[in-house]
């Protein structure tokens, strides 16, 4: 539920970082944990259908979720002050 009191559907790169949305890590430390997800398997890196397992571009496709994904928390109404 999110502040509006709706349910609110979240993908996998939300749902790993609302964990640590806790004003302590910068987009920097979020990307190495989304990293290191996709190192031991828990979190799959996918573009345009496929599965990526080059690290440099792992990191550039975590990138563009990292902000799509705070902006879809943000517009969910899911971060208070």
């Known amino acids: 539920m999110n502040q509006r009191h709706e349910s609110v559907s979240l993908n996998a790169v939300a ?18 944990h989304l990293f290191a997800l996709t190192e031991k398997g828990t979190l ?9 397992t080059d690290p440099d571009q792992v990191r550039t496709v975590l990138n563009a979720a990292i902000e799509q ?5 943000a517009a969910s109404a899911l971060l208070v002050e």
């Open 15 to 32: 749902q790993h970082l609302i964990g640590i949305l806790d004003g302590n890590h910068d987009r920097a430390a979020m990307a190495e």
């Open 44 to 52: 799959v890196a996918n573009r345009d259908g496929n599965r990526i």
């Open 69 to 73: 994904a705070l902006a879809t928390i």
